[in-house]
């Protein structure tokens, strides 16, 4: 079972502003270490969204943003396109695991 | 361009064994800690194993510890995972991932499936 926990789905119609939350405990994000962001289309593998909380990689539009507060993460979607469609994951590294911990992915719908 | 290309997956019976590569371009892999990770149909991402980049540490899932044993190659910018004792719960795409500097994983191979039936 997944120890970050994300809504199972989210919707929101083009345009519109939708987020996505990500809940952990303090041996994760609690435990002050970062939050990662991914996207997966159907069919392929997870693409990386948003590292350290809130940094976008080169290529990714500033429609996606990340925080981080306590033992929780949010990722936010603005100006929400068909194309964005797709299940979201949050990340980050769980000290009694020693690895990392997913959450359990968030299915997109844009109406 | 960094490249991770896995290899290896395919239909096994439970209790077989299977080893998955990874293949590796475009940058230093010496230089980085390397993780898989897996999907099982229809199901979420499940983090299974990391090693670091001399191989000096190695962490597993529990759910596969004992069985599967992660390794590199950094002459040949090569990871693996031997997978023994499978069973039907292992069944998934396998991917390998870099782990960037922050503890992501900045880069994604195409993965390879695995599937454990009889």
């Known amino acids: 079972q997944s120890m970050l926990t994300q809504p199972p789905s989210v919707s929101g119609a083009p345009g519109q502003r939708v987020t996505i939350s990500c809940t952990g405990s303090?041996?994760?994000?609690?435990?002050?270490?970062?939050v990662h962001w991914y996207q997966q289309l159907p069919g392929t593998a997870p693409k990386l969204l948003i590292s350290?909380?809130?940094n976008r990689p080169s290529g990714v539009p500033d429609r996606f943003s990340g925080s981080k507060s306590g033992t929780s993460a949010s990722l936010a979607i603005s100006g929400l396109q068909a194309d964005d469609e797709a299940d979201y994951y949050c990340?980050?590294?769980?000290?009694?695991?020693?690895?990392?911990?997913f959450g359990g992915g968030t299915k997109l719908t844009v109406l | 361009d960094v490249q991770l290309v896995e290899s290896g997956g395919g239909l096994v019976q439970p209790g077989g064994s299977l080893r998955l590569s990874c293949a590796a371009s475009?940058?230093?892999?010496?230089?980085?800690?390397m993780n898989w990770v897996r999907q099982a149909p229809g199901k979420g991402l499940e983090w299974v194993s990391y090693?670091?980049?001399?191989?000096?540490?190695?962490n597993y899932a529990e759910s596969v510890k004992g069985r599967f044993t992660i390794s590199r190659g950094n002459a040949k910018n090569s990871l693996y995972l031997q997978m023994n004792s499978l069973r039907d719960e292992d069944t998934a795409v396998y991917y390998c991932?870099?782990?960037?500097?922050?503890?992501?994983?900045?880069?994604w191979g195409q993965g390879t499936l695995v599937t454990v039936s009889s």
């Open positions: 991932a870099r782990e960037g500097y922050v503890g992501e994983a900045d880069y």
């Open positions: 475009g940058f230093t892999f010496s230089s980085f800690g």
């Open positions: 350290g909380n809130n």
């Open positions: 990340q980050s590294y769980d000290r009694s695991l020693s690895g990392w911990v």
């Open positions: 303090s041996s994760n994000i609690g435990a002050d270490f970062d």
């Open positions: 090693i670091s980049t001399l191989g000096a540490t190695i």
